[in-house]
Structure formats: C-alpha cells, structure tokens
C-alpha cells in the first residue's frame, strides 16, 4: 500500500495557498489553531490508513449481495464507519452544541481527502450522510431534527439522497414520485428511485432517505417537487424505532467501479404505508436538494481528484522501481537498463498526472475556502464566486482525475491492466464522477446557461480580480514567463464571453449553447492554470531561499508542472474558442438517421 497523498502537498495547499489558520479570526472557529487542525488531520490520516485502506481491494471483489431480504456487506466496511463515526468526523462541521467540532471546511475537506484516496466506496456512506444531515439541520423542524440528527450525527442511522428515477434520469422535473397529505401531517410517499448510493445496507440501525417528490395535485416541472425525510424504519420523536416503513429494495445494481458503496432500485409505498414527512415549504424541494447536491458535486470533485491522486503515486513508485530498456544514446546491449522513470515518454505521463491531480485538489480547496468566507464570516462575493465555479469545481477533476488514472495504468504497462496492481481498480472507480452529480454536459449548460450571467456578471468579476492579483505578484524570473502565456489565453476567455453573451442577447439560445462542453473545458484549463500561477508563487515565497533538499526538490517539482500545464494543456484552448466563436454546428447539425 502505497502513500495515500503527498503530505508536503497537503500541508503546503492548506498553510501556505489557502491561509488556514486566517480562519481561526472568524468568531466560528477562533477556538482552533493550526495544532489543533494538525491533530485532527493526523487522527482522519491514522483511520483512513488504519481501517478504510485495507479493506479498499476486498470490498472491491467482495461487493455487497441481497439475498430477496437482506443486503450484506463485509464486516470491515462496519469497522471502517464506527471508527468515522466514533472519532466525530460525522460531524465536525457541526456546532459545539450538536456533538461536532465547528471545523472549517477547508480543514473538513483536507481530513477527506485522506479517506477518499483510501477507500472511496466505503467512505462514500459517511459523506452521504453528512450532505443529508446538513439538509436536515438546515432546513427541517426542530421536532424533524430532533427525531432523526442525533442519531444520524453519532452514527446510529446513515443518510442517502433519492432524487434519480428510472425514466427520469437527471431530468429531474419529470419526476413521477408521489406524496400524498394525510390528516396528521404526514404524507404518504408512492413511486420508485434508482441509482440511490447507500440505499440498503448493513451497517446502520436505520437509513434516512431525502426524496423528491411531486405532492398531489401540485404542479407539473420543478416548481412543484418537494422534499421529505422518509426513514426505513419509523422513528419515534426520542429516536427510538418503530415499525419498517414500506421502503422496499427492489434490486442492487452491479457498476463497474466503486462496488463497495451499494447502489440501489428502492420502491416507497409499494404497500401504501411509507410515510414521509416535509421539509421546509412544499414545492421548494429542489432549492433544499440543491444544498445536498452542491456539496455532492465539490465532494465527487474531491474524490475524483484524490482517486486520481492515489493512481499518480503508485505509477510514480512502479516507475521509480521498475528497471526496463536504456536510454536512446546508450546503444550498449549489456549495460544495466534504467528504471522507467529515467524515460521521456514516462517523465511525460507522470508529469500530465501531476499537473491534473495536484491542480484539481487545489481547485477542490479553493472552493471549501470559498464556502467558510460565506458561511462563517457572511461573505456574500465569496458565495457568487462559488456558485460560479461549482460547475467547474464539479467536472475538471471528474474529467482529469480519470485522464490521470488512464496514464497510471500506461506506466505500469501490462502490470497495470491486471488486478494484482491498485491503478486499474481505481481508473473504475473514478470513471463514476464524471457521471453522478451533473454529467459534463449538463453542468456546461448550467455554466454558459446560466451562472456566468447571473449578478450581472458579478462572479466573473471576482473571478478575474483573483486572478489579477496573482499575475500583479508573477514577477519572478520563474513564473513570470509563464504569467505571460496565461494572459494571451485568458485574453481568449474573455473574447468567447464577449461573443457568446452577444449570441445570448441576440436570442441564439441553440446555437449559443450548442457546444457547451467546450466552454467548460476552456473554463476549467484556465482556472486550473491560474490555480497552478498561484502555487508557484507561494511554494517560491515558502521555499525559494531554503537549503534543503526536499524543500528544493518540492519547489522544483511544483514549477515543472506549472510549466507543463500551461506550455502544454493550456494552450489547446485556442482551438476550442474558435469552434465556439464561429458557432461550428458539426456535432448538432448532425441527423439521427445518419449515425
């Protein structure tokens, strides 16, 4: 088992780019300082290394099974949670008051980076039930609270979101589910979910589901879906159980990764007796969802990064390990062949890995910055700037992150593609991001649709201010050539705005948005290359005049793969910008008879 990430990086992201200890000003959180941040990482690392990462294989080739009764999983996955939930990481983000920790999320996010690169399927029933818990103790009653967070927050019950349908999808106001007002208060909640992550198991007393729902006779679209908590078994008000609660599973579904998070087809009301109780406002359903599924997406962000992460350290090993071929000039046939690091095309490969994973992590941490301005100091720009990004936040690292676990498998070669060696497990697992929580595609449409507009561009402004205070700091010998390419390609992101937006004015909607997709790749390079200006800058100021060896080798190793994102990946912008400028129809002209 190898490293699961470089703890220099971690370090360097969380105190040196991001300033987390200028958290501890914020009244939320001024009872901690960078020990006690150090004491929490180090007990989240312990844990992830202790009891998720050996098991990560075996839960992967032991995957949950359903018997028409009852779904088993292996007896480390129950370890693995009571060890999360018994160290309070269920809810450290929680106040004081409620058992948690009031950790910041930047600090929150770092201590699941750990267990994500350890295991993502298992911990993937912790981090749904966080989201779902933060939904509850945003929105619902003090007497809904009372019933279910408690238990959810120590362990006792996990949490799950059921959104997806089977002839929905991620369209999600077509949804068919349906509650039905009974005298109590109470509804009665009729209709089948699928894909629903953690729907079944065995590793809690209870689960609680947070379903979309159309009430009867409410309106047809998304202004009329609602929220409910729909336990699997009845809860009374002290928390205790009652009687099941018709939440029937119909079926596991078999993925191709991430086996060890059970995925489930669940039907409510088959018998009709679920009863489900509502948030919040009837027909606001989706704006409460959106809490658990914005924090969903930087979450599978941040899994995709970290998977992709734990991929470019093992290929990194293998590669500095595995002795194959000479170098071009050394034409000897009995000389002693070079570890495979030593090759151009490998040195290549790892270092594209690099630049991809190393720069989502940061974009990930970017955005828990952004969530603790708002949420813990009131900060309003902060909360548009994030609303901006998240569609980028979401996709960059759900597209490069398994880019990045590709070229592991091609380091390793054959090694590689068997199942002795981590790297092919994790390429399955992370090919889940780029698919739940908003595909590429539809986050694009949110992006150029939608968020870029919004406040009057007021995000995109902010934006751009972040970014002309790092190129105002790029005067280094080292960086500023650099500074110089970003500026000709952020030049470029500005002119496809300016053109777009007209289009947008012009009333093309169709041909605007035609190729989306191309927009977030172009948003997400530059973002990325903007994130990796920032790190060079800060790793010089932290370690531009140190005499040691790893500080030196550090820095090296970050300017490097800034020079190869932005000479290398950056520039492929240029060709995307023109097909959106020229608004090329190839892909939409094209007939469905034809294919």
């Given amino acids: 088992m190898g490293p699961l990430i470089q703890l220099k990086d971690l370090d360097f992201l969380l105190y040196q780019v991001f300033n987390a200890e200028q958290l501890t000003e914020f009244p939320r959180y001024q009872d901690h300082d960078r020990s006690s941040f150090n004491s929490i990482l180090d007990t989240a690392h312990g844990i992830a290394l202790d009891f998720f990462a050996p098991h990560n294989a075996k839960a992967d080739h032991h995957e949950p099974t359903f018997d028409g009764k009852k779904v088993t999983t292996i007896d480390e996955v129950k370890i693995a949670w009571k060890q999360f939930a018994d160290a309070g990481l269920l809810c450290a983000q929680h106040d004081y008051a409620d ?22 399927s298992t911990v993937a029933y912790c981090f749904l039930t966080s989201a779902a818990a933060n939904v509850i103790h945003a929105f619902a009653t003090e007497e809904q609270k009372a019933m279910f967070l408690p238990s959810m927050l120590n362990g006792r019950f996990s949490g799950t979101m059921a959104l997806t349908e089977p002839d929905v999808g991620s369209s999600l106001g077509d949804l068919s589910t349906k509650a039905i007002p ?53 809860t009374h008000a002290d928390g205790t159980l009652a009687e099941a609660n018709d939440v029937n599973l119909a079926g596991l579904l078999h993925k191709m990764g991430y086996r060890g998070t059970t995925s489930t087809v669940l039907s409510f009301g088959e018998n009709d007796d679920c009863v489900g109780y509502l948030i919040g406002e009837a027909g606001h359903g989706l704006k409460y969802m959106f809490k658990m599924m914005n924090e969903a997406r930087v979450g599978v962000a941040l899994g995709a990064s970290m998977i992709g992460y734990r991929g470019y ?25 070079v570890n495979i690091i030593e090759h151009a095309d490998v040195k290549r490969m790892l270092l594209a890995q690099k630049s991809y994973v190393e720069g989502s992590l940061a974009l990930c941490l970017f955005a828990a910055r952004l969530i603790d301005e708002h949420q813990a100091n009131g900060n309003e720009d902060s909360a548009i700037l994030l609303d901006l990004i998240t569609p980028v936040v979401k996709s960059f690292p759900s597209a490069y992150g398994p880019k990045a676990n590709d070229l592991a498998i091609q380091v390793l070669g054959g090694a590689g593609y068997t199942r002795e060696y981590p790297v092919e497990q994790c390429y399955r697992d992370n090919r889940l991001n780029p698919i739940h929580e908003g595909t590429f595609g539809i986050q694009s449409l949110d992006l150029l649709g939608r968020k870029l507009w919004q406040h009057h561009r007021l995000g995109l402004v902010l934006l751009l201010q972040r970014i002309q205070q790092t190129l105002e700091a790029s005067t280094s010998e080292e960086v500023a050539p650099l500074a110089k390419i970003f500026k000709v390609h952020l030049n470029t992101l500005q002119q496809t705005i300016a053109v777009l937006g007209q289009s947008l004015h012009e009333g093309k909607v169709n041909e605007t948005l035609a190729n989306s997709a191309l927009f977030l790749e172009i948003m997400g390079r530059v973002i990325v290359a903007w994130l990796w200006l920032e790190m060079s800058n800060k790793a010089l100021m932290t370690y531009g005049q140190s005499e040691n060896h790893e500080d030196i080798s550090f820095l090296k190793g970050k300017l490097q793969a800034a020079q190869y994102y932005i000479q290398w990946e950056l520039p492929e912008i240029e060709h995307y910008a023109k097909l959106l400028m020229q608004f090329d129809m190839t892909c939409s002209n094209m007939q469905i008879d034809w294919f």
């Avoid at 058992?99 to 993502?120: K, V």
């Avoid at 079944?200 to 159309?214: K, S």
């Avoid at 590669?319 to 034409?331: F, S, V």
């Fill in 182 to 234: 009974q005298e109590d208060g109470t509804f009665k909640i009729k209709g089948q979910k699928m894909f629903i992550s953690g729907g079944d198991q065995d590793i809690t007393e209870n689960i609680v589901h947070l379903v979309l729902a159309r009430i009867q006779d409410a309106p047809s679209g998304t202004k009329g879906i609602s929220l409910f908590i729909v336990p699997k078994i009845r």
């Fill in 99 to 120: 058992g948690g920790m009031q950790l910041p999320t930047l600090l929150n996010m770092a201590c699941n980076a750990f267990f994500m690169s350890a295991n993502p």
């Fill in 313 to 337: 350290l093992e290929s990194l090993t293998y590669a500095k390990n595995r002795p194959q071929g000479r170098l071009p000039t050394d034409k000897t046939s009995h000389s002693k062949p």
